[in-house]
């Protein structure tokens, strides 16, 4: 009797708070004056394959945008890698790798490829079934992946570490507090996934990419979320050489008045739209462009926008894992 009452009073309400954060925006908003500069704006390049304490710490605490480590794998291996799984991508043994935005689960440019699906995928239908799927496809592709790999009756000569655990071990020796998988909180403190393969095939819907956030909240020092990608495979075209692979813009949305007086532009940032997209790209403007190749790692906050560029013709495979940090005291927590 009282539902279409409370349904209005609720709309009304969702209206005028939409209202009050237009008017915030509109006198004091404009992302522009978020956009960092100097070391907080780098992204930290290293061409020699190691992932240094220093870096990591200065990521973490937001005084750098990201690290990219060139070279972190083998480069043959990781092509080689490449090659098999975006193979099996292409044969459609993958899945599609949902995207969390303010409407749900939607569909996106990416196939994951394993014995798991991501677990934003696996816990979105509140069946404690799928959980259960999860935690036990995360011990099976653990061990799937660690065995040595053949094509054609031959051993492919490549590093004994999957890319993954070669991952984890270094950040575990790299970070102050160490790192491991991240557990269950209650019941059987089951470890979640160590990271899953991710593959775009051409033509991808967002040519530009989709500039998006995985986790929307101001910076924090004592907290925050960070995405590793290990790149295995590249597009063997862009759509021009100047887009690079992968885009990132520095912004730092570091208090509450931030992020109030620019909250309806940065909630795009969780949705798949065309219109708010182009709203984005003005207010961000020009980003930092990372070009990739086969071996490459790259670390950043998945706090500020990022997007991959997209392609026409070719396939870009990655491994891609996230990385939870509660400060230097605190061991980095990571999952898939």
Known sequence: ????????????????????????EARYGGLSSLLETGPRAEIITRNDGILRPSDLKRLAAHEATAVHVRNYYDREAARELGKMLGA??????????????????????????????PYNV???TGNKDDVDAYFDG?????????????RGGNDIDMPPLWPMDKLRLELDETWPSGAGLAREKDGL?????????????GPTRWQKGFIHVDELAPLSV???LLSANIYLQLPTTRSSDDDGDFHIWPLGVRSRWDWYKNALVLSGLTVQDPETQVRLRKQL?????????????????????HAAVGFKTGTRVSLQC??????????????C
């Open 122 to 124: 696996a816990s979105s």
């Open 222 to 224: 004592d907290k925050g």
């Open 138 to 150: 995360a011990w099976a592709e653990f061990h799937e992946r660690r065995k040595r790999r053949s």
């Open 88 to 117: 099996e991508a292409e044969a459609g043994r993958g899945r599609n790798w949902k995207v969390s935005t303010s409407r749900g689960l939607e569909s996106s440019d990416v196939v994951t490829l394993g014995s798991h699906l």
């Open 285 to 305: 403007g020009t980003p930092h462009v990372v070009r990739l190749e086969p071996g490459d790692l790259v670390v950043l906050c998945v706090q500020r926008p």
């Open 189 to 201: 403190k089951r470890p979640f996934g160590g990271g899953l393969p991710r593959v775009m095939i």
């Open 1 to 24: 009797m009282n539902s279409a009452p409370t349904t209005t009073s609720s709309l009304a309400s969702q209206t005028a708070v939409r209202r009050l954060f237009g008017l915030l």
């Open 322 to 335: 996230f990385i939870q940090h509660n400060g230097l005291d605190q061991r980095l927590l990571v999952d």
